[in-house]
């Protein structure tokens, strides 16, 4: 393979998962990891990823946001309202992070009077556009990595709350493996969430699913909702809609 064929692979895996590591992505190429990180090294440089220990993220996670750096972004537009549609007044909503949430937030309408607790300070900035809003921050410690606070802290308040209705995004999803994911203190997080909420709905672009990460976050069992951006009837949904509903 060419090395500009390998760094279109590289770039499209963390477009994708929004972040990959360099011991992934040295099996996947049947490469050395040393040929991975001058991969890597030469992509940063260049500005087309965030060279962090161990892999790279997308640009999508550096701050400011730059809407041009999101990937699939008119996928995660629909995918945004209809998760919308979940919501109605009087709900307490728990919502993680990701560019996926973040178009969420942008689409709540601004009669809407609920609570939402968010990890995401990104997100909560949005949220607190919307005049009827009660927007609660989890504190923590913040990850520089995600953009997302993490931590024992995180867990410990998360188990004070009960919501209505938990919003994720995902790095994976598969009828067999459930959600998973690549980082530990994410799968931490992210299961603290689902714990806490009698609904739980994963937002995700159809492009992720069928996928597996090496971590496991829960079966799909525990999930009451699927939302992609394709038409719910779509044959590629037609395994998982035998266990959650689908929107």
């Keep these: 393979m060419l090395k500009e064929e390998r760094q279109a692979f590289i770039i499209h895996q963390i477009n994708l998962h929004n972040k990959v590591l360099s011991s992934d992505l040295s099996v996947q190429l049947n490469v050395s990891e040393d040929t991975i990180r001058r991969d890597l090294n030469e992509l940063a440089e260049n500005g087309k990823v965030l060279k962090v220990y161990g892999g790279a993220l997308s640009k999508s996670f550096q701050f400011p946001f730059q809407d041009g750096n999101v990937y699939a972004k008119e996928a995660k537009k629909e995918i945004a309202k209809k998760a919308s549609t979940l919501i109605s007044n009087g709900m307490t909503v728990l919502v993680g992070g990701g560019t ?34 009660e927007v609660i921050l989890v504190g923590g410690k913040l990850s520089r ?32 493996d459930g959600v998973t994911d690549s980082d530990w203190e994410v799968v931490q997080i992210k299961r603290a969430m689902i714990k806490c909420s009698k609904k739980v709905a994963i937002l995700s672009i159809a492009e992720k699913l069928n996928s597996v990460q090496k971590m496991k976050v829960v079966p799909l069992r525990d999930i009451s909702y699927l939302i992609t951006d394709v038409n719910p009837t779509d044959v590629s949904l037609k395994e998982f809609a035998n266990t959650i509903a689908i929107l």
């Design 145 to 176: 990595n995600t953009n997302i606070v993490s931590g024992a802290q995180i867990a410990n308040e998360l188990a004070d709350l009960k919501v209505d209705l938990c919003l994720l995004g995902t790095n994976s999803l598969s009828v067999e």
């Design 100 to 133: 996926t949430l973040i178009e969420l937030a942008r689409t709540i309408p601004d009669h809407l009077q609920c609570t939402f607790f968010t990890i995401s300070p990104l997100v909560a900035l949005e949220l607190a556009e919307k005049p009827n809003l």
